[in-house]
């Protein structure tokens, strides 16, 4: 039964070991913006690709796509930042909150400015997200300036047409 007991414990033990940690965070420099919400981080020695968590950004050739990617690129590019890991993505890119030098969150920055959306669709329980997405949009700035915003999500499932997506969240 000790015997048992023991290999239980090293089974679990070697289990928690193994299993992703979602919870990692790394600090690196910003060494590339590909567009509002990816960025390059060194991370080991290398480049590392994350995908900013909870948010989506304008495409490259959608409205305020180049602004978005402007913007990420005053806060972020060339600065020490923190990266906190929630997972990957499909394409093997790290999914993670960027943490700037003043303490504040990157993400949260790219909606509060309106140069983002929240991603309620992977993160559906982050209110703080859906706070700041409302009071952008109830201020009218950034993409809510524009009369009939397109979802990037709407935007990439229509092939690019002219398709319109109202954004949820709270009304002020």
Not at 33 to 45: E, K
Not at 131 to 152: C, F, H, Y
Request: with cysteine; charged share 25%; aromatic share 12%.
């Amino acid at each position: 039964m000790k015997h048992f007991n023991l290999s239980l414990a090293i089974v679990i033990i070697v289990t928690i070991l193994a299993l992703p940690s979602y919870a990692a965070e790394f600090t690196g420099q910003v060494v590339g913006v590909v567009d509002g919400d990816t960025i390059d981080v060194l991370h080991n020695g290398k480049a590392e690709r994350v995908r900013l968590y909870g948010i989506d950004c304008p495409e490259k050739k959608q409205a305020y796509g180049k602004k978005a990617k402007w913007f990420t690129s005053d806060l972020a590019f060339r600065k020490t930042v923190i990266v906190i890991v929630r997972g990957r993505d499909r394409y093997g890119r790290t999914i993670g909150e960027v943490i700037l030098p003043n303490g504040k969150s990157l993400n949260r920055e790219l909606v509060r400015a309106g140069y983002a959306w929240w991603y309620f669709k992977y993160a559906p329980r982050n209110f703080a997200l859906k706070i700041l997405q409302g009071v952008s949009r109830d201020s009218q700035i950034g993409l809510w300036a524009d009369t009939e915003p397109v979802a990037p999500w709407e935007y990439r499932r229509s092939g690019k047409k002219n398709s319109r997506f109202k954004a949820p969240g709270p009304k002020s």
